[in-house]
């Protein structure tokens, strides 16, 4: 079956990094796009960023354009989020998850991991 885990999330101040991670199995993971998204008490799931199969395109939500970096390793079925300069309003539980179709929209991921939270103090 199709398994996604996240790691890497944890507290850290305003301007910080964290590097999340998202280790994956039972799927072809090359030829699947993959995608970051984001949630918090009270408000809907957003995406935060989206990355072709082969890592060529990446996309990301205006509100985390220029400060975070996806990318993919291919050899290793592993997704990766770079974050930095972090805010407050970055704060929320981020999943990783498998796509179907390309873009920033939750209805074209069908498989989402557990979570790993993320909390930006300022």
């Known amino acids: 079956q199709v398994q996604l885990t996240e790691s890497g999330g944890g507290s850290v101040q305003a301007g910080g990094s964290l590097n999340l991670t998202c280790t994956t199995s039972g799927f072809t993971f090359h030829i699947t796009i993959m995608a970051w998204f984001r949630q918090v008490p009270g408000k809907a799931r957003e995406a935060v960023s989206a990355?072709?199969?082969?890592?060529?395109?990446?996309r990301y939500a205006d509100s985390v354009k220029g400060r975070f970096i996806i990318s993919r390793d291919n050899e290793k079925n592993t997704l990766y989020l770079q974050m930095n300069s972090l805010k407050p309003e970055d704060t929320g539980m981020y999943y990783c998850?498998?796509?179907?179709?390309?873009?920033?929209?939750?209805?074209?991921?069908?498989?989402w991991g557990q979570g790993t939270q993320v909390t930006v103090s300022s």
């Open positions: 998850a498998t796509g179907r179709k390309w873009g920033l929209d939750s209805d074209f991921y069908d498989h």
């Open positions: 990355i072709l199969p082969s890592g060529s395109t990446r």
